[in-house]
């Protein structure tokens, strides 16, 4: 089974200030992670993914097998970056499996 | 970037009704749908995936009589909810992966549908 631990529900920082957002997940295989964006009165969005190693809008994840984690990071947060986030895991074979979510986080960009 | 519509965007209905959710891929073929549920302040839980031409894959506990899922064509997936009862009212979402070789993993959503039965 997969499963995708994100512990915060809700998550304040203020402008300019360091944002971590956390996800640990769980899979028997070799998985492939995403972060997902929802911006207010947007649909889903994906905001990265570990396989592509970028940077967008600041963000960046790493992937840690020894942790089972794909924490969330940007150095310096802007107003816009409130939305709810999501991340979410799918097997190696993504072209056919399924994505699971974890239970988001909702976070808020204090001005 | 791919667009996923979904209508309607709200509905309600009397309960003991079904209701039918479209969802379409408007600018690229999708063989493979997903459907979600989303209830308030909750995650995204993953109802069926919707396989073009063939039957749907449902999740543990999903109800295949009571959600039932078409994908006829490879821009079109339905989901029907049959004799609707309140405890049915929810967000449904659906999302869509690129085809062939120029999936990369990335699901593209659906704008979401809002279910209310009465």
């Known amino acids: 089974a997969q499963r995708v631990t994100q512990p915060e529900k809700l998550l304040s920082v203020f402008k300019g200030a360091p944002v971590e957002l956390k996800c640990n997940y769980s899979y028997s295989g070799s998985p492939e992670l995403f972060w997902y964006v929802q911006y207010s009165r947007q649909r889903l969005q994906l905001l990265l993914r570990?396989?592509s190693r970028e940077s967008i809008k600041g963000f960046t994840a790493d992937l840690n097998k020894g942790e089972t984690s794909f924490h969330l990071k940007k150095p310096f947060a802007q107003e816009e970056d409130s939305a709810m986030y999501y991340c979410a895991l799918s097997g190696s074979n993504f072209g056919n499996e399924k994505l699971t979510f974890g239970t988001g986080t909702r976070l808020t960009i204090i001005p | 970037g791919a667009v996923v519509s979904q209508h309607p965007s709200r509905v309600i209905c009397k309960s003991g009704t079904s209701v039918k959710i479209e969802c379409r891929s408007l600018?690229?073929?999708?063989?493979?749908m997903f459907w979600y549920r989303q209830f308030p302040k909750q995650s995204l839980m993953l109802m069926a995936t919707?396989?073009?031409?063939?039957?749907?894959?449902?999740e543990q506990g999903v109800e295949k009589d009571k959600f039932l899922i078409n994908h006829a064509s490879l821009t079109l997936s339905t989901l029907t909810v049959t004799s609707a009862h309140p405890e049915d009212s929810s967000f449904y979402i659906c999302?869509?992966?690129?085809?062939?070789?120029?999936?990369?993993?990335?699901?593209?959503f659906g704008e979401g549908s809002r279910l209310t039965v009465l």
């Open positions: 600018d690229f073929q999708a063989t493979t």
């Open positions: 919707s396989n073009e031409g063939s039957k749907a894959t449902y």
């Open positions: 570990h396989i």
């Open positions: 999302s869509a992966r690129l085809a062939g070789r120029a999936n990369t993993g990335e699901l593209f």
